[in-house]
């Protein structure tokens, strides 16, 4: 069972408050009718499915209910960062700092 | 040699438990005495039973090998009453009370004389891949002969007849030290951790801790035996307040950042288990720090006729000699591969119990040694091998080959095998640290681990204790002290895989529980086999309830000789979960029976069992299904309850319909993003059908929403659909639109629901209602107000589900019953009724209203379900709009909802049957649908159905085909709405 820690709660939570919501920073775009197909499944359906570090979307549904991005690797499954819905997405060099 | 006259290899004066404290025990029926504190093992060893089990494939007798988990042959039943029946229990670790009752397993008709035994005679049958190769056809042949022989065959021990009536509890707990194995390595780190005032928890999967130090005789720390020192150290600790120490407790899994599972067995070793206690406890712990103490296991040697009973680890020996007093034999013989086997063998000497010799497969022995066998005598053969031994259900002679090539006899009944000792990695390679081949000492070392965790002691690879102390105390970060230590044995080194000749001309087991043989492992690489996983699959290789334990490393060094490849080329099969067989019990806890679930109940709940209701589980809840009258059957009250709606009134609790509030500045803005229809132009007091859409535009959810303010909307889903709607409300809100002013709130248990419909509908709740008029010209279909019914503050809709007159009262929970009661005294007399879910779903599909997760899955659109009508043309933006746009959601020839009467009226269509265009086309059939809903129309006099169909709008008037097992029936395409299809009794 994981350990996440909740920017919002700030507190090293178990997994079992937690759902995962999918992959971060995926901006469904204001003009929603002017995609094309292609553009519609490249934001709706296609996921990144990286061995390594991966970026994504949690929800503290048993605590205080907010979404929260983190940055998890999926070999360790451990989590180097978590942080709020809407701050910046980390840049590769953040992330690299992380994985120090 | 000493005996005692009822446990003839009790020896007296050795081991530590008491004389006086007799156990009355029976296996397979017979009437045994042992003592307290005795395995169930070192009872039946005690009276001179070895013979303990029948090997899984041919039957073979076998005995006791080991004293811990790694037993491999021990199985046994323990039973105390029907319902606690445990199969497959290891009579080395089952600890000995009052009145045990004990079987063996797998044999027929007893345990001496067993029929199935001829399979060994058949044994080039049961080769390796076996059930590849003769299970294979005809494939007729499955039903009637090879699953019925397999399942027979794979079954050791029996299940209780009865449910488990014992309770098991579960506790999490957090500490700065989690010490896994409470040997001399883990006590000594439990000890320097709770010195540094660490909080520590220290579990042993024994009843006493001590590890092997409970079985060395030699050891001396700080001029104490090593099982005193043991003990003085738990009592210590356990008299700290920052120390838990638990007995009986395995760590059995290791999962994500440091926590760990342990199975605390509290009552399995009494004789008259407290009631009030739980059978077992399962541990969740979080531990800043693992420190992983799990030692080493004695591996056997591999030669030919190794499972007599009798054979045995030299380990198990020694333990059973110097923990529980007592002998494996009169004459022992010992095969050593490791300095153990001598010092199992002088201990025994030293009991009075004669050596017929030692055979060490090693040419080159430590003087000291050889010193000692000479001095008591014993004849030792280096560079010698056993070659077979003999016995039937109890081994009396081995044929040993010596250095010179030389054959020799020794009559012996019982023979010790000291092959050396594997580190225990499970836990570590659990922890995901992959296992390192250390070339030097040949064997497989934790690695790494991702994890902050630290191996230490057996299973670190350490052999020698002032080594084994040093290490356990720098792992919690101690100080390095002096500790006085006599040690003269060490565990180093061993043999893997075959020793001795390579062909064996009787059986060499590798794996005992699964009777694989050395042949059986050569065979797999000779047909292919060539990566250890498939070894393992095709021979069965450490698959069995002791995974492995003591056959793993053999296994792979054999496959690996064979391939001409080292050891960790080859590699090492996975480690998994749980490191022993733990009961379901243990993992499901309190979630069972009723708090398995919650079990959710509206306000009224309580009226409609004492009317007598028949209920269904809809998600969580328990709704009312029918109010059977007299002696009324399903079908004629649901008749009823239908026409009585249609004709008078009926009364029905919605209370379970999920409610959301919508609330803000921004609330009508917000809806129009949720929903597919438009939000801001309604007017307050108005209340709208609703559909939602993912952004896929697929069918989600849908309900009646009321409009109470511009800034206010209360929001009803379907009952199953709450959480999920709220979640998905929630995570537009939170993530895509942040800025806008909008709160949500659940408020499905806040409400009680109360709908009034039918034709007299508003003639029973008008005298009810004050501060609202409620006619049909002020309030017209699809309206809400803020009321009060029967004094209660109240939400008011006009709104059906029924297609009639209809009003559905929101009053808060806790007067719901009340109004309930209310309602009912007005209608009952007036002819109503009171319906149940049933009815409610025929009453919705005589109008085609949709069910969405029954009418709709995941591939269905609003347009599909004919709700283009609830489906805004201009609103710019909503979720769901740009995936409708999708050519496929576009193109023609969908499944579309339609209408389907059956031809003949009275038959009623198998909700989920298939539909097809023609019936006489040859198997398979194209299947062009489905029917979703099916009910009798008692209104009606006859079955509707709904369904979908491809093309199904353009098919109206068609007949089509729904093939069943034993009719084809045959059905017109209609539209869905079956009854008043012009909506005149809503508007009543
Ligand atoms: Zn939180």
Redesign the pocket.
């Known amino acids: 069972m994981l350990l996440i820690h909740?920017p919002?709660?700030e507190d090293d939570r178990p997994e079992l408050e937690f759902s995962h919501a999918g992959q971060a920073h995926i901006v469904r775009p204001t003009d929603m009718d002017g995609l094309s197909d292609e553009e519609f499944e490249a934001m709706f359906f296609i996921r990144d499915n990286p061995k390594g570090i991966i970026l994504e979307r949690w929800r503290?549904s048993m605590?205080?209910g907010?979404f929260l991005n983190a940055v998890r690797h999926t070999v360790t499954d451990k989590f180097l960062k978590t942080y709020k819905a809407g701050q910046p997405r980390p840049t590769d060099k953040d992330i690299e700092d992380l994985l120090k | 040699m000493t005996k005692s006259s009822s446990q003839p290899y009790r020896i007296k004066g050795a081991g530590t438990l008491s004389r006086a404290r007799t156990v009355q025990f029976t296996f397979d029926g017979k009437s045994y005495e042992g003592l307290e504190g005795d395995t169930l093992a070192s009872a039946l060893l005690a009276n001179g039973v070895h013979l303990m089990g029948r090997s899984f494939k041919y039957h073979r007798p076998r005995g006791v090998m080991s004293a811990g988990v790694e037993e491999p042959s021990a199985l046994m039943n323990i039973t105390r009453d029907n319902a606690r029946t445990n199969p497959n229990v290891r009579a080395s670790v089952q600890e000995l009370y009052d009145g045990m009752k004990a079987e063996s397993q797998n044999r027929f008709p007893s345990l001496s004389f067993d029929v199935g035994a001829v399979n060994s005679l058949l044994s080039p049958a049961f080769v390796a891949g076996f059930y590849y190769k003769t299970f294979k056809w005809p494939a007729k042949a499955w039903d009637k002969l090879y699953e019925p022989f397999i399942r027979r065959a794979a079954g050791l021990g029996e299940s209780p007849t009865e449910e488990d009536p014992d309770r098991y509890s579960n506790r999490f707990a957090h500490c700065d030290v989690l010490i896994i194995g409470g040997g001399a390595a883990g006590l000594m780190a439990a000890k320097t951790a709770a010195a540094k005032k660490q909080s520590v928890i220290i579990c042993d999967e024994n009843p006493k801790m001590g590890g092997w130090l409970l079985a060395d005789s030699d050891v001396r720390i700080d001029g104490k035996s090593g099982a005193q020192w043991a003990a003085d150290t738990v009592a210590e600790l356990q008299a700290m307040d920052n120390v838990r120490v638990l007995t009986r407790t395995t760590g059995f899994g290791y999962f994500q950042q440091n926590m760990v599972a342990l199975n605390e067995r509290v009552t399995d070793h009494l004789s008259r288990p407290d009631p009030d206690l739980p059978r077992e406890r399962m541990w969740q712990v979080r531990a800043k720090k693992v420190v992983i103490a799990q030692g080493s296991i004695e591996r056997h040697m591999v030669f030919s006729g190794n499972d007599r009973p009798g054979v045995v680890l030299a380990g198990a020996a020694q333990m059973w000699l110097n923990q529980h007093g007592v002998a494996v034999g009169h004459t022992v013989g010992v095969y050593a591969a490791c300095d153990t086997g001598y010092a199992a063998a002088f201990d025994l000497y030293e009991a009075g119990v004669n050596v017929a010799a030692i055979i060490d497969h090693r040419a080159e022995v430590s003087e000291d040694l050889l010193d000692q066998a000479k001095t008591h005598g014993i004849e030792v053969h280096t560079n010698a091998n056993i070659t077979s031994t003999s016995g039937r259900l109890r081994i009396n002679g081995m044929t040993v080959e010596t250095s010179n090539g030389e054959t020799k006899e020794f009559e012996v009944d019982a023979l010790l095998m000291a092959g050396g000792w594997t580190p225990s990695l499970h836990l570590s390679s659990q922890s995901r640290a992959k296992p390192a081949w250390d070339e030097a000492t040949q064997r497989f070392l934790p690695g790494v681990s991702p994890q902050d965790c630290v191996n230490i002691g057996g299973c670190n690879g350490l052999d020698d204790l002032d080594a084994v102390f040093a290490e356990a105390i720098k792992a919690v970060g101690g100080k390095k002290t002096k500790i006085e230590i006599t040690d003269d044995v060490s565990t180093a080194g061993g043999a893997i895989g075959i020793v001795g000749p390579e062909e064996h001309k009787g059986k060499a087991f590798v794996d005992f529980q699964n009777d694989v043989t050395a042949k059986d492992i050569k065979l797999a690489v000779r047909e292919g086999m060539h990566s250890i996983e498939h070894v393992k699959r095709y021979t069965t290789n450490g698959m069995a309830t002791d995974q492995g334990k003591l056959s793993n490393m053999h296994g792979l060094a054999i496959a690996a000789k064979l391939l001409g490849k080292s050891i960790p080329e080859v590699g090492l099969t996975t480690f998994r979960a749980p490191y022993t067989p733990t009961t379901f019990g243990s993992f499901v806890g309190h979630d069972r029976g009723s708090l398995f679930d919650p079990n959710r109940k509206t306000p009224i709940h309580d009226w409609a069992v004492e009317q007598g209701a028949t209920f269904e589980p809809v998600s969580l809840w328990q709704r009312a299904w029918y109010f059977p009258k007299g002696d009324e059957d399903m079908h004629s009250a649901v008749d009823r309850e239908c026409q009585t709606v249609r004709k008078a009134a009926g009364v029905f609790d919605a209370s379970t319909l999920g409610k959301i509030e919508v609330v803000g500045p921004d609330a009508a803005a917000f809806m129009d993003k949720m929903y597919t229809n438009g939000w801001s132009k309604l007017k307050a007091g108005r209340a709208k059908y609703g559909i939602m859409c993912r952004e896929d535009g697929f069918i989600y959810d849908d309900g009646v929403v009321g409009k109470l303010s511009d800034t206010r909307f209360h929001v009803t889903t379907t009952t199953g659909g709450a959480p999920r709607v709220l979640n998905h409300m929630e995570d537009y809100l939170q993530t895509e639109f942040p800025d806008m002013q909008v709160w949500l709130t659940s408020t499905t248990e806040q409400w009680a629901t109360i709908a009034v419909q039918g034709p007299k509908a508003r003639e029973i709740i008008e005298p009810l209602v004050s501060g609202a008029n409620i006619s049909d010209e002020k309030f017209p279909h699809m309206s809400v107000i803020e009321c009060k019914v029967c004094g209660v503050p109240a939400r008011l809709f006009r709104i059906s589900f029924t297609g009639e007159l209809g009003f559905e009262i929101n009053v808060p929970a806790g007067y719901g019953r009340a109004v309930w009661e209310a309602v009912w005294d007005r209608a009952e007399p007036m002819g109503a009724c009171a319906y149940g879910t049933e009815a409610m779903h025929v009453l919705r599909a005589e109008k085609g209203y949709i069910i969405v997760g029954q009418d709709t899955d995941g591939t269905v659109t609003p347009h599909d379900a004919d709700l283009s009508w609830a489906v805004a043309k201009s609103k710019p933006d909503y979720v769901g709009k740009r995936g409708l746009q999708r050519p496929d959601l576009v193109a023609d020839g969908r499944r579309q909802l339609v209408g389907l009467k059956t031809k003949d009226p009275n038959k009623v269509l198998e909700e989920g049957a298939q539909i097809v265009r023609d019936p006489e086309q040859a198997i398979p059939m194209k299947m062009i649908g489905f029917v979703t809903s099916s009910y009798w129309s008692g209104t009606l006099g006859q079955s509707i159905a709904m369904a979908v169909v491809e093309d199904g709008f353009n098919m109206m008037g068609k007949s089509l085909y729904v093939p069943m097992p034993d009719e084809t029936i045959e059905v017109e395409v209609t539209g869905t709405v079956f009854y008043d299809p012009k909506g005149e009794k809503l508007n009543g």
């Open positions: 909740c919002y709660c503290h605590g205080c907010r």
